[in-house]
């Protein structure tokens, strides 16, 4: 079958700043791209960190490329990005927006990382009663819409990158990673930082209150919003948030 090939989105492109204090992995979220991470990337960066901000397969060109992936290829991306930076002799913390959270923390369970920090990361998806047969629905139904937008910012809003609906096939993949997550949480040993805000619409807070637990992490801590939609790091309390994991990093840098 021929595929078409698509070029990247203006102002989506992955990223890398240097930095020699400890590397930095962003993992951004299902349908976004790495420039919703590029913010906090520039803050680490200017505390000396090494930062990249990786692009995970099918995202950040056209949306049709994104049911041609499986959830592995997203893992092996993270794994990928934490290999190129540990490869400049760094430690590395991995920290990862909703499905980047949901990579972050599965990420964790496998590699010698120095701490992870996951944002708005779902432990489960909505309850909506087609999404165990995605699969199937792909057939008839390609495409679920998105909900209401909840970002409080909406001046972060304008330029955000993301595609416009959910491609049915896709979130099967997201179902089956986060399967993946539910079995690896117990086997996560490193510091773990979660951040969720209260008024998320598209994660439930219960979601990191089943995460929690579940975490073989001896170290681990959960930092609440109140003022955020699920974009945590480009609304309102962004800065609370780049502070916040910049405190984890330092604390546990070795």
């Known amino acids: 079958m021929k595929h078409e090939y698509y070029s990247l989105i203006p102002s989506a492109e992955p990223f890398l700043f240097p930095g020699e ?43 049709q490329d994104l049911p041609r992936v ?79 937008s909840d970002w409080r910012d909406q001046a972060m809003l304008q330029g955000h990158v993301e595609y416009p609906y959910y491609p049915s096939r896709a979130i099967a993949e997201v179902r089956d990673l986060i399967a993946e997550m539910q079995r690896s949480l117990a086997k996560v040993n490193c510091p773990v930082l979660l951040i969720q805000s209260k008024s998320d619409g598209s994660v439930a807070p219960e979601n990191v209150e089943l995460i929690f637990p579940r975490l073989g992490a001896a170290e681990k801590s959960i930092l609440w919003l109140e003022k955020s939609g699920h974009v945590v790091i480009r609304d309102l309390e962004r800065q609370v948030v780049f502070d916040a994991a910049l405190e984890f990093v330092r604390k546990h840098q070795p």
């Open 21 to 63: 204090k400890a590397g930095i992995l962003l993992v951004h979220g299902f349908t976004g791209a790495p420039k919703e991470m590029r913010t906090m990337g520039e803050f680490f960066a200017a505390h000396g960190y090494m930062v990249m901000g990786i692009r995970l397969p099918g995202h950040a060109t056209d949306v």
């Open 70 to 148: 499986r959830w592995q290829d997203w893992l092996h991306a993270v794994e990928d990005g934490f290999h190129l930076l540990q490869s400049a002799g760094l430690p590395v913390f991995i920290m990862g927006l909703s499905m980047g959270g949901v990579l972050t923390l599965t990420a964790a369970a496998r590699l010698p990382i120095a701490g992870a920090v996951a944002m708005s990361t779902p432990y489960y998806l909505s309850k909506d009663p087609r999404l165990p047969y995605a699969r199937l629905f792909a057939l008839i139904m390609p495409k679920f819409p998105k909900g209401a």
